[in-house]
């Protein structure tokens, strides 16, 4: 079955930088389009990066854009988020999962999510 393990989050002051890991089984994961969501308080999930199958980054929301890198190993089945001079509004839980493409979307393409990994960003 599938598992998809995030970690990597953490407390951080405005400005750091965190690197997030998301280690993924039971995945033809190098044939698979790979985001990573987040999903704040009182808020909506939404999508936040998304790779190609080749490692390639196609889509930032364009808040994080120039300041998050996604990558992938397709030999370490792991999907990464490198994110840097993270901002209050940052603060989420960050949720890893392969992705498609529904009109303006970026969804879950699978039918699970793992247990996400808190990020804190402090003023």
């Known amino acids: 079955q599938v598992q998809l393990v995030e970690s990597g989050g953490g407390l951080v002051q405005a400005g750091g930088s965190l690197r997030l890991s998301c280690a993924t089984s039971?995945?033809?994961?190098?044939?698979?389009?790979m985001g990573w969501f987040r999903q704040a308080p009182g808020k909506e999930r939404e999508s936040v990066a998304v790779?190609?199958?080749?490692?390639?980054?196609?889509y930032y929301i364009d808040s994080v854009k120039s300041r998050f890198t996604i990558s992938r190993d397709n030999a370490k089945n792991t999907v990464y988020l490198q994110m840097n001079s993270l901002k209050p509004e940052d603060a989420a839980v960050y949720y890893c999962?392969?992705?498609?493409?529904?009109?303006?979307?970026?969804?879950?393409?699978?039918?699970?999510w793992g247990q996400g990994t808190p990020v804190t960003v402090s003023s």
């Open positions: 790779v190609t199958t080749s490692g390639n980054s196609l």
């Open positions: 039971g995945l033809a994961f190098r044939l698979r389009l």
């Open positions: 999962a392969p992705v498609y493409r529904d009109n303006s979307s970026w969804r879950n393409a699978g039918t699970i």
